[in-house]
């Protein structure tokens, strides 16, 4: 899942694959609250979970978001 998000992230924010490690804060990414708006809108077209934008925020890392979407992925 990892891997799945980290494509997601360099994809759609033009964002070095070298940069995006488990430990990356969004803002060290400089994702601000419309990126994060849209990115929780792709994680739910492409990997099919609803996360909103608020939990994106409260994750603050990429290994966060990485676990709650794995544990989405686990209650369906």
Known sequence: MY??????I??????????I??????????LDSLDLVELSLI???ELGVP?????LAEA???DAIVRLVE???AKV
Not at 10 to 19: E, I, P, R, S
Not at 51 to 55: L, Q
Request: aromatic share 2%.
């Open 3 to 8: 891997e799945r998000l980290k494509e997601i």
């Open 10 to 19: 360099v994809g759609k924010f033009d964002l070095d694959a070298d940069d």
């Open 21 to 30: 490690t488990p430990e990356s804060t969004l803002e060290g990414l400089e």
């Open 43 to 45: 994680i739910e077209k």
């Open 51 to 55: 996360v909103t934008d608020d939990e």
């Open 60 to 62: 603050r890392q990429i």
């Open 71 to 73: 544990g989405r992925i």
